[in-house]
Structure formats: C-alpha cells, structure tokens
C-alpha cells in the first residue's frame, strides 16, 4: 500500500454509503501482467500501442471498468521489448549520428542504450506523469513519489474542466509501466476502494513486497541487484538472474564491449602501451 494511503483509505471506506459497500467489487489478480487491484466487476481488457517519449511504438493493454459515473483503468506498457527496437533503430541512424544511435556516453551504449532505449526505460514514469499534466482543462492538484509494495512510483491527483477528479499512480516494475486511474463525480469520495487495493504480482498470482526500496531506473535495468522480496508474506527471495532485461549490446552488462554485428560502431583500439625510458 502507498505510504499515505492507509489513513486515507480507511476515511474513504468510512464515509461510503452501505449501497456503496456492497456493490460488486473483487480483488481481481493479473498474472500474465504482474499486478492486482480491485474492480467493481470483471474488466474488459484491449490491446493498444503507447508510443514512448523516444517514439516507440510500444506494446500495451489497457484493463478498464465503470461503476455508475465512476471510471476505472490500469495501462499497462511493455518496456522490456525496447532492447532490440534499440538496437535495430542504432543500425539505421546516418554516421555519426551519435543522438540516434546513443554512443555518445563513452561506453558505446552502455549508459543510454543503442537507439537511447535506457534513456526511454529512465524517464518512463516522468513522460506518463506528463500525459496527465497534458491533459486538457484538467488541473493538477497534487503529485507526489510514494510507492506501493515498496515499489517506486508518483501519485497524481486532478480536477477536471467537468470538476471530476482523478487519481491516478504510476509505477513501474521489471521494466513494465503501470498506469493506475481512477476518476469519479464532483463531490464524491476518492476511490479507495481502487487506490488501496494496488498490487504487484508474481507469474503465480502471488503478492510482492519488497523488503527494501525498489527503483525501475536502477533495479530494473539490472544496475543493482533488486532487493529480496517476499510472496505472500512467506520466506524472502530474490529474482533469479534469467529474469534480468538483457542488453543485446552487452550482455556481460554495462562496461561490457559491445557484441560485433553488422552497423554496430567499431570497437575503439586499444590504448597504446606507455613509453619504456
């Protein structure tokens, strides 16, 4: 749960009306998308493309379900595709073309990413956080870093041209973005039912939490080991090493010497030797 949204949650749920409290609301549990959250009844779910801040075209879904004139939606956005989409778009950048194909760190890609995919995976909350601020007529009331399991993220709060508010969190886990919203009348209470209710889920169905802070920027793309976790309460563990986002650039990590194919930039010679007096 957020760190503040315990108090709130529970205010929220104290001031719902019996009708409220006994409408049709089930924890529902995602496996194959790695999270929880409740909804009020089943959602539908449809396959979209989320175009990335460095114009990726990236695969997505979007979970969604209504509740009279409240609106419920969790995004879902596939970033751990971005790797290979890097590396082809590096291949296709003119010469020398170094803010295209993400040389320009000194490490051949190793801190931005062939084609700047790390740099995409780096600001993928941030550019989310912007759609919201984009949105027409709506004004931004709060925003804020929590997290959810000990999972980094930003809470978002609007008031819309109509005087609807939305809350929304995004977050970000194994380098998949999550966008959870939910917007509801003027007048009406937040939706703690929806916002309490955040999860993150293993390929089993299990609940995560974290047992120390967990950061995409960092933990996602493997530039610390993620900390130990634990699944419905039991024992901690932690990810085995085949579940890291590869970079097929530098698949023994970062500083790594970049794997030779064809357009991939030349190797740099190695130093000459010192002179011997």
């Known amino acids: ?30 496996p194959e998308d790695g999270f929880e959250v409740n909804f009020p ?18 695969p997505a879904k979007v ?21 290979k989409m890097g590396e082809a778009r590096s291949k296709q950048c003119p010469a020398g073309a170094e803010t295209c194909i993400g040389t320009q760190d000194g490490r051949r890609g190793g801190i931005i990413g062939f084609g700047y995919w790390k740099m995409d995976v780096r600001g993928a909350l941030t550019y989310a956080a912007l759609k919201f601020v984009q949105r027409p007529g709506a004004k931004v009331t709060d925003m804020n870093l929590q997290f959810e399991q000990v999972v980094e993220g930003l809470f ?7 005087e609807s508010r939305t809350f929304g969190y995004i977050t970000m886990h194994e380098n998949r973005l999550y966008i959870f919203e939910g917007t509801v009348p003027k007048g009406a209470p937040e939706p703690g ?12 169905g299990g609940s995560i939490r974290y047992t120390d802070y967990y950061s995409n920027a960092i933990h996602g ?42 357009g991939a930039p030349a190797a740099a010679p190695p130093p000459a030797p010192a002179p011997r007096y």
Do not use: C
Request: zero cysteines; proline letters at 8%; a neutral charge.
């Open 63 to 83: 979970y969604s379900a209504t509740h009279g004139r409240e609106r419920y939606s969790v995004t879902i956005v596939d970033y751990r595709v971005l790797p």
């Open 41 to 58: 009844g089943k959602p539908k779910v449809e396959n979209t493309t989320w175009v990335s801040q460095y114009r990726y075209n990236l």
């Open 156 to 162: 978002m709060q609007l008031t819309n041209a109509d």
């Open 221 to 262: 793309l493997r530039q610390q080991e993620p900390p130990a976790f634990r699944v419905d309460g039991g024992q901690p563990q932690t990810w085995p090493a085949s579940s890291a986002l590869t970079d097929p650039n530098h698949a023994g990590g970062m500083d790594s010497a970049p794997i030779a194919g064809p």
């Open 1 to 30: 749960m957020r760190v503040i949204s315990a108090v709130a949650a529970a205010v929220v749920l104290s001031l719902a009306t019996p009708a409220l409290a006994q409408e049709d609301w089930d924890n529902f549990k995602f």
């Open 193 to 204: 039912l929806f916002q309490g209710s955040v999860g993150i889920v293993d390929s089993k």
